[in-house]
């Protein structure tokens, strides 16, 4: 099969422990996409949390997309251009974060460059701050404040309690939202039928391509969608067993050049 498209998820799959791309993975990506490729980067970060690692492989200069918000926008690197994006309701806002004050959980969200939250000093909301590198900023009125449309709300605490908050978030919020943990210590609260895989079928349709042409990495819960949906869906050999077992393929680890071996052998 000729595959034109790699969808990279990011943390765990693209970067290594420390965060980078190794080099055998840079070079072969930027082989890739000199060779005509398209790179997507499809994480749950906001997309200014993507946007160093789409400098540091050029996106902008190979006409490639950022997928961020685990689906809720996509962005085209080279001309800016938001293709689509999908937001919470403004009216929605108040409920979500009474629900966060109701049940003693810490939140936040997303304003331009900065993420917002009701306590800077929480350590989740610290650990999002460093993932992204981007600022944190303590709003006194989360309530008040945020009446403007956001992507997603990041409800925040230990993974032992947030386990009993979920289903009652979940009941609260009904069924036009999608209520989820991407990570322990993270209750996503997101509009309704938003997620890698459906995102990135409205990229091919824009592009004209079909899933059979497309590769998708990645090793975490949210990733499940898009390996289930691409022509070769490719798990991280330190992905959740879930990915893996739902891989065409299984590659070595994200500290091991897994990417990088996947381009090359499938795409270069």
Known sequence: MDYNMIVLD??????????????????????????GKIVVLASG????????????????????YILSYNGGMITNCRTGEVVFSALLPPESN???????????????????????????????????????HLPLRQVEDMASYVNFQVPKFLMLDDGDYLVTVEPRVKAAMGKNFSVYRSEPFFLEVMPKGIDKAQ?????????????????????????????????????????????????????????????GLVVEKFML
């Open 94 to 132: 108040r409920k979500i974060i009474g629900l966060a004050e109701e049940y003693r959980v810490d939140i936040l969200t997303y304003e331009g460059g900065d993420i917002i939250t009701n306590n800077a000093e929480c350590p989740y909301a610290i650990k999002e701050s460093a993932i992204n």
């Open 199 to 259: 995102s990135l079928a409205r990229l091919l349709e824009r592009l004209g391509m079909k899933k059979e042409e497309m590769i998708a990495c990645g090793d975490g819960y949210n990733d499940l969608s898009m390996i289930r949906y691409a022509g070769l869906g490719v798990a991280m050999e330190n992905a959740v067993l879930p990915v893996r077992n739902a891989a065409d393929y299984i590659t070595a680890s994200n500290n091991d050049d897994g990417v």
């Open 10 to 35: 990011l943390d765990g799959t693209l970067t290594n422990r420390d965060k980078m791309i190794t080099p055998r993975t840079k070079a072969a990506l930027m082989k890739a996409q000199e060779a």
């Open 45 to 64: 970060r906001p997309t200014a949390g993507v946007q160093p690692l789409a400098e540091e492989l050029e996106l902008e200069k190979y006409g490639s």
